[in-house]
């Protein structure tokens, strides 16, 4: 378990700022747009870089790809669960009428429309945290590509 901590906690504080994002655009009325949620993945980008660099500086020496992607994958997973479930009670419970804002401005026709908003959240959310870790896993992989040993110049 304690290998999962730091990730943990980076999907937590990741969590905050893509909530705090959105409150941010509520304030201006700007949270019906979906275009601002591509900053989203900014925000999700920069929380998984931060837990995969910082798990590497802790575990030093022990660092392999499989744990730094692990990492990335939890970071991204938990702000994405903690940002659904937010998501979900901002919508039922603190504004009621966001969904439909949200309805008159993209669809008309759909009935459970709630659902499959949720649903798109945390797909979005997963589908961006598995392909944001594999990219960052590229800069902080080991390359078996470099020689350990220096190579002579020297010429006889």
């Not at 692990?70 to 938990?78: D, H, I, K, M, Y």
């Amino acid at each position: 378990m304690k290998q999962f901590a730091l990730p943990i906690r980076f999907g937590v504080a990741t969590s905050g700022c893509l909530i705090a994002y959105f409150l941010i655009l509520s304030l201006f009325n700007l949270h019906t747009n979906v275009f601002f949620s591509l900053f989203n993945g900014v925000i999700t980008g920069f929380g998984i870089y931060e837990a995969i660099k910082y798990y590497k500086m802790e575990v030093r020496n022990g660092f392999d790809y499989g744990k730094g992607f692990t990492a990335g994958l939890v970071t991204g997973f938990v702000a994405t669960l903690i940002f659904t479930l937010f998501f979900a009670l901002y919508a039922t419970e603190i504004n009621a009428l966001f969904l439909q804002e949200l309805t008159t401005v993209w669809f008309n026709d759909f009935k459970n429309f709630e659902g499959i908003v949720f649903f798109t959240v945390a797909i979005m959310g997963f589908a961006t945290s598995l392909v944001l870790t594999l990219s960052f896993m590229q800069l902080f992989k080991t390359s078996n590509n470099i020689s350990k040993k220096p190579i002579s110049t020297s010429v006889n």
